[in-house]
């Protein structure tokens, strides 16, 4: 069992950034996927970005490509999501997720184990 704590939301100006963390309790953290999703109100969660167990591999969704970046620290436990250039569309509550899997999994239904989520709000 893995739990998940995300943190660094916050309100920012639209072109600004921010950094979220997410710490991974538990000493298996290199052999968990993890992945960023988040929710808007009203609509499904979407998948942001993940990270393959080892790093190597990272997927972004087409919205944010060129614009956020997945890392992880597997020394630390933590996986991160810095964002740059923000827009009012990226607004939402923030998921950090972690499947035990070798491969990169991109549906929310794919993960097993959920952070409570962390709010980032974009102003125009």
């Known amino acids: 069992q893995v739990q998940l704590v995300e943190s660094g939301g916050g309100l920012v100006q639209a072109g600004g950034s921010l950094r979220l963390s997410c710490a991974a309790s538990?000493?298996?953290?290199?052999?968990?996927?993890m992945g960023w999703f988040r929710q808007a109100p009203g609509k499904e969660r979407e998948f942001v970005a993940g990270?393959?167990?080892?790093?190597?591999?990272?997927d972004y969704a087409d919205s944010v490509k060129g614009r956020f970046t997945i890392s992880r620290d597997n020394a630390k436990n933590t996986v991160y999501l810095q964002m740059n250039s923000l827009k009012p569309d990226d607004t939402a509550v923030y998921y950090c997720?972690?499947?035990?899997?070798?491969?990169?999994?991109?549906?929310?239904?794919?993960?097993?184990?959920w952070g409570q989520g962390t709010q980032v709000t974009v102003s125009s």
């Open positions: 990270s393959s167990r080892g790093g190597d591999s990272t």
């Open positions: 997720a972690a499947q035990a899997t070798v491969g990169l999994p991109v549906r929310a239904y794919q993960y097993i184990h």
């Open positions: 538990g000493r298996t953290f290199s052999s968990y996927a």
